[in-house]
């Protein structure tokens, strides 16, 4: 059974970094594109980054482009998130997402199969 397991959120000031950490298990990792989104309170889910199953390929929402940074390591089964100079926008639940098998990347959560149960990430002014 597949499992996303997310971690690395927390309680921030303005201005601070957080690496967010996805352990993927019970699949081929290296064979999934991946994703995170995240769902601030009262608001819809939304798109912030996904990278091929290689790696080699990575998109980032507008909002977020310059600030954050999607990574994967294969040979660990982990997917990253990067988050510098945060914003007290930023705050929601972060999750990561796997697509299926040869996939290519999407901004779609509704591409997604597999999902993590999701980390919090608050930032205060």
């Known amino acids: 059974q597949v499992q996303l397991v997310e971690s690395g959120g927390g309680l921030v000031q303005a201005g601070d970094s957080l690496r967010l950490s996805c352990a993927g298990s019970g699949l081929t990792f290296s064979m999934h594109a991946m994703g995170w989104f995240r769902q601030a309170p009262g608001k819809e889910r939304e798109f912030v980054a996904t990278i091929s199953w290689s790696g080699g390929s990575t998109s980032h929402t507008d909002s977020v482009k310059g600030r954050f940074t999607i990574s994967r390591d294969n040979a660990k089964n982990m997917l990253y998130l990067q988050m510098n100079s945060l914003k007290p926008e930023d705050t929601a639940v972060y999750y990561c997402?796997?697509?299926?098998?040869?996939?290519?990347?999407?901004?779609?959560?509704?591409?997604?199969?597999?999902w993590g149960q999701g980390t919090q990430v608050t930032v205060s002014s």
């Open positions: 997402a796997a697509r299926r098998q040869y996939r290519g990347t999407s901004n779609r959560a509704g591409d997604y199969d597999y």
